[in-house]
């Protein structure tokens, strides 16, 4: 029987260490095993997808670029890896990848809000079940794998050929007005097919765009060219704000559609013009996407990117992960607060889970759709002894960390890391000298951006220089009423640079700044 210090629960030891001693010890206990992978025994679920969302309203030049920009990804692609293909303009076109003489494609209307039960009706996925093909991944009788959902080694040369074959999207030329894109439609159709055809499977939902949704939902200014795309200053007049309003609705119930089914959105705008990802920010955020941004599909920044997110690890596997899950486990003195990133709450209601709630909060569970090796989260605790308890000095607080995640192998894994730190006394010195600069400005700097997106940005500010005074009185050197003899600790030098530079960057400062 072993102990947990984090959760005080009592359990077996697995039955590979009944040969345990003091001499043969599991990897577990060495000191230097903070972080242990293990690989989990459970069925291998398909790998993952990929589902394309091109624009055609756009130039026959930008077009060319953007199709070469794909065909370029598509080559950096591993072989078992699923794709599908969607294109809009004024309409949202679902294209079939199974090989035939006659290419098949269904037509949406780009005015409509789609839901995943009309996109199944409309599709053929509610009423035939399609049966694998050999060698296919995926569950036998997944709706829509082998049709709009294919290994890339099976459907490399009709993708292609439906690639090299797409042309503008045909619509009546007039200086006065800009094209009809019906990105939000393409955005809802590919939630849609993803939930119908990979539900709780990785996959990501790439969208490549050169410029602003102009009609149905998600539409972010009119076709006129006339009617201005909204700015900062349209939001201090209260103008223009009820679009913007409703596309971020859109938008963010899409977001918790694909992060309720484990799928992120990826957004790659290249546009002289503003394309709206402000109204599509909050999507990709809680479900983990990128948003790549550039003037031209040629330009250096996008094509490095797009080649930097598909590089392959030295087995030959993507380094993104997929639908994860996120707890941690603590001793009972502690409780947390929330946490910022790419994430959303998991609703895993806990007493473990504090009142005060500092980020996305209330629980002890949060879900990642899609992960790299350089996603990172900040985790804000409170201490929280029990009534009448008295942390005495030196008593151990434990943290452990599970990431249960879907690797691009199929394999379930689950990452654990366990930390444990002593208690010290409010004025300890060391605590001073542990205390990690660039850490505090990180943490402060997302807790002040999603303060941002709940408060007005003047009580932000006002809330940083709070915190900067907080910090001088309990850790400055001073003498009091003489300003001249402040001094900083050593390991607090250099955070009111930070701090500094932070209230006057572009996160906060946007005044003449586009909202893209």
Known sequence: MRVLRCSYNRNSFPPQYQGITEVQLPGELFQEAVSVEYVLQQPVRAPPSFILVLDLSQSMEALTEMKQSVKQMLQMLPEYCLVGLITFGAMVTVHELAASEIPRAYLFRGTKETTAQEVAKLLGLGLVQYKRQAGMPGPSGTPGIGRFLLPYSECDYTLESIIDDLQPDCQPSSRQQRLVRATGAAVGVGVGLMENCIPGTGGRLMVFTGGPCTTGPGAVVGLALEDSIRTHRDFEKSTGVKQFKKACQWYESLGRRMASTGHCLDVFACSLDQVGIAEMLDAVSVTGGVVVLAETFSHEIYRKSLARLFELDENGYLQMYFNATFDVIMSKDIRVSGTTGPVTSANNKSPLASEVELGVGGTTSWRLCAMSQATSLGMFFEVAASHGTVLEPGHILCLQFQTQYQHP??????????????????????????????????????????????????????????????????????????????????????????????????????????LA
């Open 409 to 514: 192998s199929g394999q379930h894994r689950l990452r654990v890391t366990t930390v444990a730190r002593p208690w010290a006394e409010p004025n300890a010195p060391e605590i001073a000298s542990s205390f990690d600069q660039e850490a505090a400005a990180a943490l402060l700097a997302r807790q002040a951006l999603f303060r941002c997106s709940q408060e007005d940005v003047f009580d932000v500010l006002r809330w940083i220089d709070r915190i900067l005074i907080r910090v001088a009185s309990k850790f400055g050197d001073f003498t009091k009423d003489n300003p001249a003899s402040f001094r900083w600790p050593p390991s607090f030098t250099y955070l009111p640079d930070f701090l500094f530079h932070l209230r006057r960057s572009q996160f906060l400062q946007v005044w003449a700044i586009a």
